[in-house]
């Protein structure tokens, strides 16, 4: 499968975005999504994690009553709605798949696609 992540942008603090992946294949369906973010010398980190029929979903403590992770599976999209954001929220937002297993790990997606910049200014 094949991601294309969009919708990142600069936004103040207290603002919102919402960023979408498209992904590529008929098998959308069949695999767990999340979404990951990467700042400036730090290791990627897990920000939401649904699964295959988005029946589950699961949020880093971080982002926990701002961010909603959802996906439209006859649109092969997932999305990533962030409400009131932060400075600290800034980073590369990655969007991935998982045919391994449901769940926040990094080491549980195989595929990913290339990062949206999201900035917020204090």
């Known amino acids: 499968v094949q991601l294309q992540a969009s919708g990142g942008g600069l936004v103040q603090a207290g603002g919102s975005l919402r960023l979408s992946c498209a992904a590529s294949g008929r098998t959308f369906n069949s695999y767990n999504m999340g979404w990951f973010r990467q700042a400036p010398g730090k290791e990627r980190e897990s920000v939401a994690a649904i699964s295959m029929r988005g029946g589950s979903t699961d949020y880093e403590d971080s982002v926990k009553g701002r961010f909603t992770i959802s996906r439209d599976n006859a649109k092969n999209t997932v999305y990533l709605q962030m409400n009131s954001l932060k400075p600290e929220d800034t980073a590369v937002y990655y969007c991935?798949?998982?045919?391994?297993?449901?769940?926040?790990?990094?080491?549980?997606?195989?595929?990913w696609g290339q990062g949206t910049q999201v900035t917020v200014s204090s």
């Open positions: 991935a798949a998982s045919s391994r297993g449901y769940g926040l790990g990094v080491k549980l997606y195989d595929y």
